[in-house]
Protein backbone atom coordinates (compact mmCIF):
# COMPACT_ATOMS: atom_id res chain seq x y z
CA UNK A 1 0.00 0.00 0.00
CA UNK A 2 1.67 3.29 -1.06
CA UNK A 3 2.99 5.09 1.73
CA UNK A 4 2.27 2.35 4.28
CA UNK A 5 5.62 1.17 6.13
CA UNK A 6 5.53 -2.63 6.92
CA UNK A 7 6.68 -3.27 10.10
CA UNK A 8 8.01 -6.64 10.82
CA UNK A 9 7.46 -7.39 14.53
CA UNK A 10 8.49 -11.15 14.20
CA UNK A 11 12.21 -10.34 13.20
CA UNK A 12 12.46 -7.07 15.54
CA UNK A 13 11.19 -9.19 18.32
CA UNK A 14 13.76 -11.94 16.98
CA UNK A 15 16.33 -9.44 16.59
CA UNK A 16 16.57 -7.29 19.66
CA UNK A 17 13.25 -7.97 21.76
CA UNK A 18 14.08 -11.56 22.50
CA UNK A 19 16.90 -11.62 25.21
CA UNK A 20 14.20 -9.84 27.71
CA UNK A 21 11.88 -13.32 26.91
CA UNK A 22 11.72 -15.93 29.12
CA UNK A 23 10.08 -18.40 27.29
CA UNK A 24 12.54 -20.38 24.83
CA UNK A 25 9.77 -20.18 21.66
CA UNK A 26 8.96 -17.43 19.79
CA UNK A 27 5.89 -18.74 18.55
CA UNK A 28 2.94 -15.66 18.40
CA UNK A 29 1.26 -17.62 21.14
CA UNK A 30 4.23 -18.15 23.77
CA UNK A 31 5.49 -14.71 23.30
CA UNK A 32 1.64 -13.03 22.87
CA UNK A 33 1.23 -14.84 26.64
CA UNK A 34 4.49 -13.24 27.96
CA UNK A 35 4.01 -9.84 27.06
CA UNK A 36 0.26 -9.06 26.66
CA UNK A 37 -1.13 -11.84 28.70
CA UNK A 38 -3.36 -13.31 25.68
CA UNK A 39 -3.40 -16.52 23.92
CA UNK A 40 -3.99 -17.72 20.27
CA UNK A 41 -7.26 -19.98 19.85
CA UNK A 42 -7.49 -23.66 19.33
CA UNK A 43 -8.50 -24.94 16.18
CA UNK A 44 -8.49 -28.12 14.38
CA UNK A 45 -6.68 -27.99 11.31
CA UNK A 46 -7.45 -31.20 9.91
CA UNK A 47 -10.99 -29.43 9.08
CA UNK A 48 -9.66 -27.45 6.27
CA UNK A 49 -8.89 -30.63 4.47
CA UNK A 50 -12.44 -30.63 3.50
CA UNK A 51 -13.88 -27.18 3.14
CA UNK A 52 -16.50 -27.82 1.03
CA UNK A 53 -17.74 -29.71 4.03
CA UNK A 54 -17.05 -27.27 7.01
CA UNK A 55 -20.38 -26.48 8.65
CA UNK A 56 -21.08 -23.01 9.95
CA UNK A 57 -19.80 -23.36 13.16
CA UNK A 58 -16.26 -24.79 11.93
CA UNK A 59 -16.57 -21.83 9.66
CA UNK A 60 -17.08 -19.14 12.74
CA UNK A 61 -14.35 -20.93 14.65
CA UNK A 62 -12.12 -20.87 11.99
CA UNK A 63 -12.84 -17.01 11.57
CA UNK A 64 -12.78 -16.26 15.37
CA UNK A 65 -9.14 -18.22 15.54
CA UNK A 66 -7.89 -15.62 12.69
CA UNK A 67 -9.72 -12.63 14.69
CA UNK A 68 -7.77 -13.26 17.77
CA UNK A 69 -4.45 -13.97 16.11
CA UNK A 70 -4.75 -10.52 14.78
CA UNK A 71 -5.72 -9.04 17.98
CA UNK A 72 -3.30 -10.15 19.86
CA UNK A 73 -0.41 -9.18 17.14
CA UNK A 74 -1.89 -5.89 17.72
CA UNK A 75 -1.51 -5.93 20.93
CA UNK A 76 1.95 -7.01 20.61
CA UNK A 77 2.13 -3.96 18.40
CA UNK A 78 0.97 -1.67 20.63
CA UNK A 79 3.73 -2.90 23.57
CA UNK A 80 6.87 -3.38 21.87
CA UNK A 81 6.40 -0.16 19.72
CA UNK A 82 8.28 2.17 22.14
CA UNK A 83 11.19 -0.18 21.68
CA UNK A 84 10.62 0.25 17.76
CA UNK A 85 10.20 4.10 17.96
CA UNK A 86 13.32 4.55 20.06
CA UNK A 87 15.42 2.46 17.99
CA UNK A 88 14.60 4.36 14.83
CA UNK A 89 15.51 7.67 16.84
CA UNK A 90 18.51 7.10 17.97
CA UNK A 91 19.81 4.87 15.04
CA UNK A 92 18.64 7.16 12.28
CA UNK A 93 17.89 4.11 10.23
CA UNK A 94 14.09 4.00 7.96
CA UNK A 95 11.67 2.22 10.41
CA UNK A 96 11.58 -0.37 7.61
CA UNK A 97 14.87 -1.30 8.29
CA UNK A 98 15.02 -1.11 11.85
CA UNK A 99 12.34 -3.30 12.41
CA UNK A 100 14.14 -6.31 10.02
CA UNK A 101 18.31 -5.57 11.06
CA UNK A 102 19.95 -7.43 13.10
CA UNK A 103 22.23 -6.00 16.01
CA UNK A 104 25.02 -5.46 13.86
CA UNK A 105 23.30 -3.13 11.52
CA UNK A 106 22.13 -1.31 13.95
CA UNK A 107 25.30 -0.71 15.83
CA UNK A 108 26.71 0.39 12.40
CA UNK A 109 23.67 2.24 11.38
CA UNK A 110 24.41 4.53 14.48
CA UNK A 111 28.63 4.45 13.89
CA UNK A 112 27.56 5.72 10.10
CA UNK A 113 25.19 8.50 11.00
CA UNK A 114 27.68 10.01 13.49
CA UNK A 115 30.83 10.07 11.38
CA UNK A 116 30.63 13.39 10.00
CA UNK A 117 31.37 14.90 13.92
CA UNK A 118 35.24 13.08 13.44
CA UNK A 119 35.88 14.24 9.79
CA UNK A 120 35.54 10.32 8.79
CA UNK A 121 34.26 8.60 5.66
CA UNK A 122 32.39 5.52 5.66
CA UNK A 123 34.47 2.25 5.11
CA UNK A 124 33.02 0.41 2.35
CA UNK A 125 31.18 -2.81 2.98
CA UNK A 126 32.97 -6.09 2.72
CA UNK A 127 31.96 -8.16 -0.22
CA UNK A 128 32.21 -12.17 -0.81
CA UNK A 129 35.90 -12.39 -1.12
CA UNK A 130 36.51 -10.14 2.19
CA UNK A 131 33.89 -12.07 3.96
CA UNK A 132 35.03 -15.30 2.70
CA UNK A 133 38.43 -14.64 3.81
CA UNK A 134 37.69 -13.50 7.07
CA UNK A 135 35.26 -16.50 8.00
CA UNK A 136 38.56 -18.72 6.89
CA UNK A 137 40.12 -17.58 9.71
CA UNK A 138 37.95 -18.91 12.17
CA UNK A 139 37.36 -18.46 15.61
CA UNK A 140 39.79 -16.50 17.64
CA UNK A 141 40.82 -17.85 21.16
CA UNK A 142 38.61 -16.29 23.75
CA UNK A 143 39.24 -15.61 27.37
CA UNK A 144 40.48 -18.19 29.88
CA UNK A 145 37.28 -19.59 31.40
CA UNK A 146 38.16 -21.75 35.36
CA UNK A 147 36.24 -24.59 35.95
CA UNK A 148 34.58 -24.49 39.15
CA UNK A 149 34.88 -27.67 41.44
CA UNK A 150 31.41 -28.78 42.53
CA UNK A 151 30.67 -28.05 46.39
CA UNK A 152 29.13 -25.63 48.93
CA UNK A 153 30.97 -22.40 49.35
CA UNK A 154 30.72 -19.72 51.98
CA UNK A 155 32.29 -15.95 52.01
CA UNK A 156 30.95 -15.88 48.80
CA UNK A 157 31.01 -12.08 46.83
CA UNK A 158 29.52 -11.46 43.77
CA UNK A 159 29.71 -8.71 41.22
CA UNK A 160 28.68 -7.62 37.97
CA UNK A 161 30.17 -4.89 35.35
CA UNK A 162 28.13 -2.65 34.03
CA UNK A 163 28.32 -2.78 30.06
CA UNK A 164 31.94 -4.74 31.04
CA UNK A 165 32.32 -5.73 27.60
CA UNK A 166 31.90 -2.28 26.04
CA UNK A 167 33.69 -0.15 28.81
CA UNK A 168 37.13 -2.28 28.15
CA UNK A 169 36.96 -1.20 24.39
CA UNK A 170 36.59 1.99 25.72
CA UNK A 171 39.55 1.88 28.46
CA UNK A 172 41.91 0.12 26.30
CA UNK A 173 41.14 1.61 23.05
CA UNK A 174 40.10 -0.96 20.69
CA UNK A 175 38.53 -0.48 17.27
CA UNK A 176 39.89 -0.62 13.96
CA UNK A 177 40.93 3.01 13.39
CA UNK A 178 43.09 2.89 16.57
CA UNK A 179 45.32 -0.22 16.23
CA UNK A 180 49.09 0.14 15.49
CA UNK A 181 51.47 -2.24 13.27
CA UNK A 182 53.14 -3.46 15.80
CA UNK A 183 49.43 -4.76 16.85
CA UNK A 184 48.97 -2.26 19.62
CA UNK A 185 46.65 0.36 20.23
CA UNK A 186 46.55 4.11 20.09
CA UNK A 187 46.48 5.95 23.16
CA UNK A 188 44.66 8.64 21.23
CA UNK A 189 41.18 7.89 21.40
CA UNK A 190 39.55 6.57 18.68
CA UNK A 191 35.52 7.59 17.04
CA UNK A 192 34.56 3.94 17.60
CA UNK A 193 35.66 4.08 21.52
CA UNK A 194 34.17 7.50 21.60
CA UNK A 195 31.03 7.09 20.41
CA UNK A 196 30.64 4.34 22.60
CA UNK A 197 31.45 5.65 25.46
CA UNK A 198 28.80 8.58 24.97
CA UNK A 199 26.21 5.27 24.13
CA UNK A 200 26.86 4.47 27.79
CA UNK A 201 26.89 7.81 28.95
CA UNK A 202 23.41 7.84 28.15
CA UNK A 203 22.50 4.77 28.71
CA UNK A 204 22.88 5.77 32.28
CA UNK A 205 21.06 9.28 32.12
CA UNK A 206 18.02 7.58 30.36
CA UNK A 207 18.42 4.47 33.12
CA UNK A 208 18.14 7.13 35.93
CA UNK A 209 14.99 9.16 34.29
CA UNK A 210 13.18 6.23 33.65
CA UNK A 211 14.04 5.63 37.76
CA UNK A 212 12.42 8.57 38.42
CA UNK A 213 9.47 8.63 35.72
CA UNK A 214 9.22 4.82 34.60
CA UNK A 215 7.68 5.57 30.94
CA UNK A 216 7.08 3.11 28.66
CA UNK A 217 9.01 5.36 26.28
CA UNK A 218 12.30 6.11 29.29
CA UNK A 219 12.40 2.35 29.31
CA UNK A 220 13.09 1.66 25.61
CA UNK A 221 15.61 4.77 25.00
CA UNK A 222 17.56 3.01 27.89
CA UNK A 223 17.32 -0.55 26.75
CA UNK A 224 17.78 0.89 23.36
CA UNK A 225 21.23 2.36 24.42
CA UNK A 226 22.31 -0.89 26.88
CA UNK A 227 21.66 -3.07 23.38
CA UNK A 228 23.82 -0.67 21.67
CA UNK A 229 26.47 -0.96 24.07
CA UNK A 230 26.43 -4.65 24.66
CA UNK A 231 26.39 -5.56 20.50
CA UNK A 232 29.47 -3.34 20.21
CA UNK A 233 32.01 -6.15 21.50
CA UNK A 234 30.05 -8.57 19.03
CA UNK A 235 30.02 -6.00 16.16
CA UNK A 236 33.77 -5.80 15.85
CA UNK A 237 34.01 -10.06 15.63
CA UNK A 238 31.22 -9.73 12.45
CA UNK A 239 32.34 -11.05 9.31
CA UNK A 240 30.20 -8.63 7.44
CA UNK A 241 31.42 -5.31 9.41
CA UNK A 242 32.38 -2.07 7.78
CA UNK A 243 34.76 -2.26 10.86
CA UNK A 244 35.08 -5.46 11.65
CA UNK A 245 38.85 -5.73 13.79
CA UNK A 246 39.88 -9.20 14.75
CA UNK A 247 42.62 -7.86 16.85
CA UNK A 248 40.23 -6.04 18.44
CA UNK A 249 37.45 -8.34 19.30
CA UNK A 250 40.20 -10.82 20.00
CA UNK A 251 41.46 -8.33 22.66
Given at each position: ????????????????????????????????????????????FSN???LDKM????????????????????????????????????????????TRNRMAALVEGYILHNLD??????????????????????????AYVSEPNPGIYGDLVMFDFTSMYASVIVSYNLSKSTIK??????????FFPIILSEIIEKRK???????????????ARSNAYKLLANSSYGYQAFFGARYYSRESAAS
Open positions: ITGIVHVDLYRFISAVFSQYLQSESLSLNDVAKELVGESKEDFDLSNDDESWREFFSYNLQDSVVTYKLAEKIWPDIYEFTMIVKDPLFDVRFDEIAEKRPIGEEIGRRRAMGAFEGKNGKFSKKSGIHKREHAKNPSGLLR
